[in-house]
């Protein structure tokens, strides 16, 4: 089998994987060498689902001892398989990275023979991009569920970046589609790898020169929307994982049907792109909002209102919050308006220490007005003509598309109190509605 | 505050000399209406007045700046002089002439329609730079790298430590076609210099087999069932597309001549 079809399989077997950036290294060439790593991490490309490509993301091997129901892996699957061998990947990795294609390697692998085996063949490709070709360039190594933890660590110390995937978001779950992994063959792995960086990370104060344990940290991902598992039960294990184990990221993968099961959904159901938008926008609101889960969603409501994005949801059910002056707020409140981002919280900090902010300021900054007039005031006043109606909230806090397919008879000028109504409007949808809104995406 | 007279400053278009415009106007009490270059076309309306570019004086301004308002302001305008904003040159005088009023809090003045604008063109650059950092596609001839961009703001002093500190080893050439002008790399020495016209071999099988794989890559990763053209679009505006290797053979079009090419090179 030539190069060609290799890596045709490989990277087929690998796409479901998201966990694809590049950042949170900033790296120097190794004296002699090649490559380097920015910090920000760097898009090379985006592909025609429009998400971008950053590394080389392909598997060691697609050939699978394992048999979960939800992957194109399993062993079950008649599928063509294909192995690289650790040079014909080094060499396609270090090639693609000379011509600027890639900013590194991310690679993942079926077991093959068992996961000692194969991380065994993981480890040598990395080794070779890194000793033979002095290699500096991001690598983004998959830790394998059941993998002997000196393994672990001799991969961890060749790769910049390392993550176990959750997979499925409970233990029920795993039990029924992933029999041959379990919450402790996950878990395990990546309460290691947690030790290890932080080990490591004293051993860099007492050595200066102290090689280090993926320096990048750790990441994980989950399927939406194979299991009945909720927004709130996700969102509540995500801000675990970060407290718990000091994850960097977690990613979340709307789950595109590959495979004919009872247990699933039928395979010509749509991927819920919608829900693993809002479960994005919710994970953003933990890691620089400073919001809790609790606040986004609780007992009562555990799906994401459809409509509005988590943080409109939550400042509409927090009006005594608001209006905020922006001339005096503190950073973390203006964080919590929408149509405000981090960036433009920033700015007004900045900007208002020598200027006192107008409306027409604020719009120079970056704030969406459209969305956060509704919230605050300059100095007392709020903006100039500002007509509060549920039609005119509404509309400025859900996107055109989705305001117009389900709202098309709003009387204009009906004065009603938005807050009120919004769980009201969000009961009395059909079923079809709902299906509707989870398929289309955002 | 000084009126904006009716005139207009002629300069040669480097940043010392933007630099003498602005001692020019300190000096002379006046504030023009528009700093342009010697290529711009004479207009009846206002009276023009060559400003002669004088190191001394340049660096006068020059020391200046971060003493009256920080290092941070130097950096800013340096990045300025980059962008393709219109009118840059008059918005910087009038950037430094704030400065030179308020001194390191200039750079909060966010609000402030000249430090906006400003602010804005630089975000552009360090967006456009930053872009193509990943967007810039390199194609390998006798063992040389070779690069071709069209940026719309002059993005090679900025991309130029970026790729010097990648690949330490090799030798490469960064055309930007809009500007005229290349970044040459060979081990531990970089220059940006003026090239007008270059041509390209044609790849050898190596390289041919590369671009190859590399489009068996970007078509198969895509996942079918989210095809969003839409976002693909706005995360990598089209414009960038003519010279990446994954949309097609675009390279042969570029008439870019490798000989001058090596001659640079190796001197």
Redesign the interface.
Known sequence: MD??EK??IL??AA??DVACTSSGVNK??AP?????A?A?G?????????????L??VLMTNVCAYDCKYCVNRKSNDTPRASFTPRELAE?TI??Y????I?GLFLSSGVLKNPDYTTEQMIEALRILREEYRFSGYIHAKAIPGTDSTLISHLGMLADRMSVNIELPSQSSLQILAPDKSKHSILAPMGYIKNRIQENSTDIIKYRHAPKFVPAGQSTQMIIGATPDTDFQILNLTEGLYKKYKLKRVFFS?Y?PVAENTMLPTIDT??P?WREHRLYQADWLLRFYGFAANELLDQNHQSFNPYVDPKCNWALNHMEFFPMNVNRAPYSDLLRVPGIGVNSAM?IV??R???T?NF??LK??GVVLKRAQYFITCGGKALEGLKITQDAVLRSLMSEKTYLENFPHQPKSEQLSLFEQLPMIQSSLTQEDILKCLTS?T | MFDQSNLIYRYDGSFDGLLCCVFESYDQNEIPVDIVLPVSPETMLFSMKEIRTDSPKANRVLASIPKKMGVDALDFVRRAFLTCLPKKELYILLFLRLGYRHGPSVMNMLTDDVVDKLVKAVKHLDKESHLLKGFLRFSIFSNILVGEIEPKNYVLPLMSQHFCERYPEERFLIYDKTHGMALVYQPYQSAVIPIEDLELPEPDETEQSYRELWRLFYDTIEVEGRHNPKCRMSQMPKRYWKYMTEFGSSQKTSPLKLENTTKLLIP
Do not use: W
């Not at chain 1, 090379?44 to 950053?54: V, Y």
């Open positions: 190069v060609f890596l045709k990277t087929d796409k479901y120097k060439t002699g060498g090649i490559g380097s920015a920000a760097i898009c090379h490309s985006f592909a025609g689902d429009g998400r971008c490509i950053s080389l993301k396609l090639n693609f000379r011509r600027n294609y900013e709307a595109m749509k991927p792109l700015r900045k900007a220490r020598t200027a902010l027409d300021g120079k900054l995406p």
